[in-house]
């Protein structure tokens, strides 16, 4: 059975830093790509940043560059989404997303709201103060 648990999220004020895991089980971790989405109050789910885990490529959303950066330890099969100088709209709950890399096109696929992921974790809230 594909788990995927996130932790990490909590409260930061503007200019802060918080480091998401997403802990991955029941899959071979290295077949697939992992992503992270963000769903704010009222707008739809967004791609945030992606990554292929078997060669280490990865995706990020515009607003996202240069301030986020996603990792992985393949040890422990859990994925690390790095955010730093985060601002207020970047308040969301972030969900982490499995797929089988596959066919799957990594930027289409995460540039999207994540139709093409089939295995969700439960999301972890992050809320940014001005």
């Known amino acids: 059975e594909v788990q995927l648990v996130e932790s990490g999220g909590g409260l930061v004020q503007t200019g802060g830093s918080l480091r998401l895991s997403c802990a991955a089980s029941?899959?071979?971790?290295?077949?697939?790509?992992v992503g992270w989405f963000r769903q704010a109050p009222g707008k739809e789910r967004e791609g945030v940043s992606c990554?292929?885990?078997?060669?280490?490529?990865?995706y990020y959303t515009d607003s996202v560059k240069g301030r986020f950066t996603v990792s992985r330890d393949n040890a422990k099969t859990t994925v690390y989404l790095q955010m730093n100088s985060l601002k207020p709209e970047d308040t969301a709950i972030y969900y982490c997303a499995a797929e089988p890399m596959g066919f799957l096109h990594l930027n289409h696929a995460c540039s999207g709201s994540g139709d093409d992921y089939d295995y969700w974790g439960q999301g972890t809230q992050v809320t940014v103060s001005s």
């Open positions: 029941g899959f071979t971790f290295d077949h697939y790509a």
């Open positions: 990554m292929n885990i078997f060669d280490g490529s990865t």
